[in-house]
Structure formats: C-alpha cells, structure tokens
C-alpha cells in the first residue's frame, strides 16, 4: 500500500462533531502526529480522536512553540514536515490533527506550505469554532446579502476598526490576551449590543457573554475565546 498523509480536522471540542471521514480514516492509520500546547504536555486534539483510534496506531505528539522567534517556529515546522513525508515515503498511513477546521489559522497549514508531496496529501474538513459558536449561541453568522469577516485579533487595530465598520457579520479569533482593546473597539463603533463572547465552544468548559457591556476588562478567558458580531440579529 501506498503511503498517505491525512491531515484530520478535529473540530471544535466535542468528539461527535468530527466528520464520519476523519473518524473512519483514524481507524486505519499506521501513525499519527498531535500537537501538543506545551512541550510534554496534553494534546487537547488528541483527547477529542482518541475515541476513534485503531488499535495498532502509533502516537507521536509534537510541541509546536507560541514564541515570537519566527526561526525556532519555522525550524520545528521543518522538523516535522520532514517527519510526516520520511513516514508517508516508507509506506505508511499517517494523520496529523488539527483543531476545528485544518484550513483555518492552522498550524497545518505551515506544514503543508513544506510538502514535497502534495499527490499524497488529502485533507479533511472539520467543523470551525465559528460554525459551532454560531449553532450553540443560535447566532447566525450571515444571511442574503450580507457579508461576514474572519478576522484575528492579532491583527492591527486599524484593520480590526475597518473591518466592524464595513461588514454586517464578524468572527473575531484569538481574542484572549485582547479582549479589553477588543471591548474598546466595539464600543466605540457601538456594537457591544451586537457582540457575544464564547469560550471553549461545545467543551465542558464552554462560556457565553451576551453583554459584553457588563463583561470586566480583566475577565479571564481561556485560549479557545471567539467573538462574534452581527449587526442585523436581534438577540434573544
Ligand atoms: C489557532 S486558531 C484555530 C482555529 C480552528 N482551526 C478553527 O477551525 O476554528 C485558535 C482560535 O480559534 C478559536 N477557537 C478554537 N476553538 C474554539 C472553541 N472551542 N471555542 C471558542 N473559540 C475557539 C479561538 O478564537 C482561538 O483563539
């Protein structure tokens, strides 16, 4: 048999929200890759697949650093796109997990810039953490002619400011560590009414903030944090 890379999206925290395909695939896999938040540490993707896992299925878990040194990041995604296309040419079928969807501000997406080999790569759909946010909130994330912005928190705040004037609908990613000048921006394009906060989405954890208004600047917040803005719903 030939080898084959699969990159397997999770979904966004509940194990029943991963697609029938990637659950099938997980079953047959020689290998499989997971990120892991810290070095050592638990892989919150692989505790969502484990379920799934063949028995014979070997786990490899890799730490991908958060730092801001773009060389140490770049030498890991080196390191292990070497690994994954070394075990797709002996012959293997390998996975490699991702949280939510593997196409969407994902750590994949570094590793598949690196392959050689893309006629041995399928890549697999997956829920987003928007799409689930928008299904537990009963927020619906756009309509006819309206338009919806995916848009990182990370980005500058001019960018963040255009991007609330111009579009009915917003997903704001990555909002922990920035939820106090995201809380400004919306207040001052006066959309704080608009805007509702969730945390770890469809996880035992999970968190919703439907006034924004009321939410402390300081307010903890997990990593898995997401805003979303509609202009032109009415909420309950
Ligand atoms: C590195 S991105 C991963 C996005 C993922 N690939 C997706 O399809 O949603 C991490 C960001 O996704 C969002 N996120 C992921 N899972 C989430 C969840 N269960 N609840 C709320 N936000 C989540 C947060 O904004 C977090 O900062």
């Not at 001052?188 to 968190?207: K, N, V």
Request: glycine share 6%; with cysteine.
């Amino acid at each position: 048999m030939n080898g084959k890379l699969y990159a397997l999206s999770t979904g966004p925290g509940a194990a029943d929200l991963i697609t029938v395909r990637a659950a099938r695939i997980l079953g047959t896999l020689d290998v499989l890759y997971a990120p892991a938040g810290r070095k050592g540490g638990d892989s919150l993707a692989l505790s969502i697949v484990r379920e799934y896992l063949g028995e014979r299925t070997e786990v490899r878990c890799c730490h991908f650093p958060m730092s801001a040194d773009s060389a140490e990041k770049e030498a890991v995604w080196d390191e292990v796109a070497a690994a994954l296309e070394a075990e797709v040419q002996a012959g293997k079928q390998v996975g490699f997990i991702t949280l939510g969807d593997a196409m969407l501000f994902s750590t994949w997406v570094f590793l598949l810039q690196r392959l050689q080999h893309p006629e041995t790569v399928e890549i697999v759909p997956g829920v987003t953490s928007f799409a689930a946010i928008a299904a537990r909130a009963q927020t619906p994330l756009a309509m006819e002619q309206q338009s919806l912005a995916v848009v990182s928190c990370t980005a500058p705040e001019s960018d963040i400011r255009q991007a609330l004037a111009q579009h009915d609908s917003l997903v704001l990613m990555k909002v922990y560590g920035r939820f106090a000048r995201i809380k400004a921006l919306l207040a001052q394009a006066g959309l704080l009414d608009h805007a509702l906060l969730m945390a770890e989405a469809t996880l035992p954890g999970e968190q919703c903030w439907r006034q924004l208004a009321g939410v402390s600047d300081d307010q903890p917040l997990p990593y898995f944090s997401t805003i979303l803005v509609n202009k032109q719903w009415e909420k309950a």
